[in-house]
């Protein structure tokens, strides 16, 4: 759909083609631009609503529910279904209020819709437990989504199941409450950004428990230190005043992003290495050389700093407590960092990814 969208927003510019910025933040509001766009142009053609969604209704996967109750449903709906198994229900009479018609039509289709939801979960925890290893919680940022697929989709391939956790304090929390619960059998912590709010003051943190349960339950964990670069904050006027003459990058409308310094980065350490010395279940430290640690630290990125990186990384290794007794254990404590073992990869490239799924498939072994 989202061709269609740049197509019809380039044409009524005049500006033909609009090519997407490489900046994620510049292209998603392009993008959100062309929608809007798009939006009022399919209003304004009477069947606009359907025509709207039917296209990303296709697109979905044979078997996931899907309705449209339309007022064109009882014409000729082959433009709108084509070969998908998108469902037109007839709404009788339009839908621009609720009336003794309308209310039962929509009754009647939510409750259609319900049914296929039902069948498809039952069908779903049918084939969930056939051949499957576990489930496995991965975390994820816009800045690690690259690194993230790779890691999920090798994963699926090995016979686990995975859930994905975006790095919002609410989803690292949702996460750890899913171990606790007894859903999550193990974990690839690959994107701890919500420390850096924890400790800077952000609005996406984690607190003060973070990874404390993934120790208590004594899951196979692999830990990375990904997206500790930066802080995150809302609009650009949102940002504390003491932040304001910061590194502020603007990750898209709603959010923006600041650089972490060394001081905070020691910090960071402090934090995350305090909870791997309690840790005694079979766990993975990855971590990499002075390549960066989210698309942003990168060479020629707003974020490139090769010291705080550094320092992090520094201070990991001198505070992390590795002695004969603990990788004596059978639990099979290993820390992959700096000197004892490095990755000369950037946190989005796939070879780093690779190495954190090994990690976990040996741990698991």
Known sequence: MWPELLLCYSESV???PIVLPDDRGKAVGVMSKALQHFIKKAQADGTGGTSLLSTPFRSLPLGVPKIIVSTIASGQIEPYVKTSDLVLFPSIVDICVINNVSRVVLSNAGAAFAGMVIG???RFQESCNEGKKGTVGIT???VT????NVVNERLKKEGYETLIFHATGVGGKAMESLVREGYIQGVLD???TEVADYVVGGVVPCDSSCFDVIIEKKIPFVLSVRALDMVTFGLKHTVPTNFQQRNIHIHNAQISLMRTTVDENKKFAGFIADKLNNLQQRSVFACHKLKGVSALDASGKP???PEATGTLLNELQRLIQINEDRQGTKLWFIIYIMHVK????HINDPEFANALVDSFMAICS
Do not use: A, H, K, S
Request: hydrophobic fraction near 25%; include cysteine.
């Open 14 to 16: 005049g500006q033909n």
């Open 120 to 122: 498809r979960l039952e």
């Open 303 to 305: 974020f490139y700093d």
């Open 145 to 148: 989504t690259p690194c993230v």
């Open 140 to 142: 994820m940022y816009g």
């Open 190 to 192: 690959i994107t701890t």
């Open 342 to 345: 490095m990755y000369p990869y």
